[in-house]
């Protein structure tokens, strides 16, 4: 008897090889002949290539070759999503070449590689390359740089800009704030952060010549989109000769769903150097100067409203660093997946953003965990509690009063998920928000802030508690609404799945969702066992190789439970459809008749005339009596484009304490309620939300990215970028409601980012809320030790 | 990185600033310096072995003699370069007479910009270390042109 | 990152370490636990000749009395101090300072003599050594000194060691009787190294402070005894005040660092803070 493992807390069955050292991770495969390439990276943030003299490199032990930018006819890199969606908008676009030719625009940008037999080597004749540099001015800040008069980058990029995108009814939000009773005004910093997976990226490329194809090895969340844009849009080389491959991903974070210069480098090396694999691994330092950053947005936020705490406007304006030359979907995160999501979980009649895109010379931005989404809840959740602040209402009571109504679904977001030109909308389908701020404010004992406040004022504490009530939007989809939407994405928003039961019963599911580190061989199997009734033990996942699995986008933005996942139970369906067709031949009676319950197929009345899901593969697979005009095999492929995204929410609650000497603050309690839908592995999604959580606190608390005027990453390792610890966090406390996602049939809703969207605004309102008795009203993360003594002091003297 | 400092030398203005303009004699004054080799009357090369402690790295220099007013102004600019990291210098020196006779009171402003390896993992150290190093740069000239 | 190549021995005993040194001349270092020197070279900051590993040295191991005191073998890990009974009899300080260092894997290889030589303006070990009145042997091939820690440090990673010369053992004196100790510090998040570090050991006898010592690291290019602070306090009732009016001075005299993570204004304020905490305490324990 099979049991259902639907919604338990399995344990992960990735878990033994990771945790005992057998995983295969891109450095661990060895290959015959294998040769190492490293990439000579500019010290300037912002200088014109003289000359590259390599000829001393080429002489130097193990070198077999050595490139520059001359030597690679490659495109540059695509930009797959450049802002749209508004009549007119222009992208100035420049992104990385495989190697930089004439300039670089980041300290950290590459100008020359060496192949050598060792990576040892590799390293050592870099040391041999001379470049004559032109030295330039820089900018990094993005408001700066938009000035007149600033350090231009780009040429065609006049005063740095990418682009000035907007969203809402201008005229509706500017009559709204020039009528508001109150108007609350701030500028706020998201600041830029560095994702930092455990496991670094790298690549391998190795050419045939004997087929003339490439295999690429790519520490990728997306696999097929890599191999789609590394062809038709860099090299030339037709998408059937390559093969791309994920191996074991330690982690991604949005990093590793985009297109880098590094991939197309070591397709272009191994074959320059006769067909010998060429392996790429960047190191930590590198990574931080080479891989994307995450967030770096610059807002001046308005909110306006009447004294009874009607929240009547939103206007919003946002520079958005996006670095030297674009990352892959750069210009997509900080316009489609932040300011269409502005105004969050309330009802707020008039909202209008504007965003410039902006060129620095820092390292580009792109996805990392909740990509726009953090930074769109920061804004708003800030917002709300400066308002309410200004009117002196209870910051929950104004929450209250400005939530979508549980009765107004699907609810049509003025700050643009609906404004598509035609086509598809999407709008917010589902929630129920207030109930969950209430079970996270009771929980915490919010009625007793005042004495829990006292009492830690009685230790020499000043505590802060904060909370958030945050929406997501996970999933994002349909494809008809991507592509209406005009929003560039170059790709298409679907899912894919095949399931073949074998003859012995042993089922094999291939998906086109990516995991690196999620538990997706223990979710996906969990649900294919729901299905099918067959055996957990008995599925396995396979995904990460274009040779062998169906077209999938990948995995990022929260989407593979709800798009991935309904694609497999799509290919299951399929799979006992066919069964039970072939139930009924074997059970000589009609399909109609035929019930299904777990494994067995039998007859309606008589469930021990049966057949198993077992017996049938075995029957049909083998194919000796076939019905008419029935194919062998139980092998299906299904296809699955979602209506609509997911829209988790909830509210997060941080509680900390302020050493008011030293500035120092503690996180002391942190309690969450999150509405995620139905689970599938209850305990993969607490630990995706600790993990969220772990990072949006560290943005509160700790990370930050620090370059100086010069362009230099202060921050440039992890000895200066402080990483979140365990030890530094209290227990986390999970609560949760369950309003199941309408548009797909496990109702999940995706969770993979909700705890970073979340908890970031949840604390930087804890410490606000602490630091209010002084006068304090805003400051911008990390709250640093340094960062809160400084605001003390100048509170102090300012009383 | 902006430094400044003045320093008072028991010499004559005119000896001060010969001193200055001339590669082999100011040059072995700059930190780590093991050699230097002269291109012209107004440029040098340098190499420098440049640390703190066990720290450091092999530069090669590249200086120039950008202004010379004989004898109160001088600017020298350097571009070194390690593996790595790059170092891009401005200094300037200006000379008046003591008001003592026979002494010179050098003024002296440094511009540094450290690039890559160095300014990212060495940030905590940089800036008093460069600071040192500047300080013994002037302090080397001062005792050289009393000896 | 990958190291550049490099030499390598390990000898077996101490004077064949020293013959090493002497034959590898300036290009030669000393590696012990390596956790410093490592990760250096893999950026390519040290550039190393010829590495002489001395960290199985059994000559250099070991914790045995000393007068009274201790002495404590160089390349003795943390974890073999943390771990031994004589330490948290007789320094409770060196339990209080060294048991949050790095993580397990540092303290396992991590030791108490390489991190005095590596000269870490931010590092524990020589706040600690410093308020302990620590002295150290050190020998090289053409013979053998001892010299006090206070004034040992020189600057950031430069200290009076020699080049030619290997650090033998830490010795630290018996504290006065009833001395009370303390460690405290403010942490840097990434680095784990100390913002601002204090290290306090103080007696009383007959209500007066008759021996304090204020090791304080992280605020200047090494460690230094707050000896303004030392001074005030000496001979005072050791009373808050008193405590207060000493800890001003915790920087005196100090070219205060300044970094992303404490501009110089804040950290000379919680060299003042720390060290208040530190004295009080340490008064607090002194009997």
Redesign the interface.
Known sequence: MTIDMLGERVKRTEDPKFITGKGRYLDDIQMPGMTHIAIL?????HANIRSIDTSAAKSMPGVIAVFTGADIPYNPLPMAWPAGGVAGIRNNINTPRTLATDSVKW?GEGVAAVVAET??Q???A??AI?VD?E?LPTVVDAEKATQPGAVQLHENAPNNIVFEWTVGDKAGTDAAVDAAEVVVRQRIVNQRLIPNPMEVRGDIGWYNPGTDEYTVWMSSQTPHIQRLLLTAFVTGIPEHKVRCISPDVGGAFGTKIFCYADMALVMFASKAIGGRPVKWVE????S??STIHGRDHITYLEIAGKRDGTITGLRVKTFANLGGRLSTIGPGIPTTLYGRVLSGCYKIPNVYCEVTGVYTNTTFVDAYRGAGRPEATYVIERAMDLFAAEIGMDRAELRRRNFIAPDAFPYDNPSGLGTASGGAKIYIDSGNYEPAMDMALAAVGYADLAATKAEAASRGKLLGLGFSTYIEVCGVAPSKWIGAVGEGWGAAMWESANIRVHLTGKTVVTVGTQPQGQGHETTYAQVISHELGIPMDDIVIQHSDTLGTPFGYGSYGSRTSSVGMTAAIKAATKIREKARKFAAHMLEASVDDIEIDGPNYFVKGSPDKKKTIQEIAFALDLGFDPPEGMEPYLDETAYWDTPNCTWPFGTHVAIVEIDK????VDLVRYLAVDDVGKKINPMIVDGQLHGGIAQGVGQAL?EGA?Y?D?G????????????P?AS?FPDIELHETVTPSPVNPLGVKGVGEAGAIASTAAVSNAVMDALAPLGIRHLDMPY???TV??AIQTAEVSR | MEFSGQTTIKAPRERVFAFLIDPNLVGRCGPGVESIEVIDDRHFKAKAKVGVGFISARFVINMELAEADAPSHAVIKARGQAPGTAVDATGTMDLAPGDEPDTTVMKWGANVIISGMMASVGARMIEGTANKMIAQTFDCIRAKLEE | MSMAGFGYTRPATLDEALADLAKHGPDAKLIAGGHSLLPLMKMRLASVGHLVDIGRLRELKGIRDWNGGLAIGAATTYREVLGSALVRDRFPLLIEGLDDIGDIQVRNRGTLGGSLAHADPASDMPALALALDAELLLRSSGGERTVKVDGFFHGAFVSDLHPDEVMVEIRIPASPDGAGTSYVELTQPASGYSLVGVAVVLAKSGGTVSHVRVGVTGVADHAYRASAVESTLMGSDGGSAAIAAAAAHAADGQEVNSDIHADREYRTAMATAFTRRSVESAAARAT
């Open positions: 990276r500019s010290p300037y943030a300290s990576a040892e590799a390293h050592d870099l040391e001379t540099w030295p190191g930590r330092r590198e931080y100067q000497e030293t500035g120092q700790w620090v100086s010069d230099q990453l202060l921050s440039g390792s992890m000895l200066d970028y402080a990483m610890r530094w640093t030790p340094q003594w400084h």
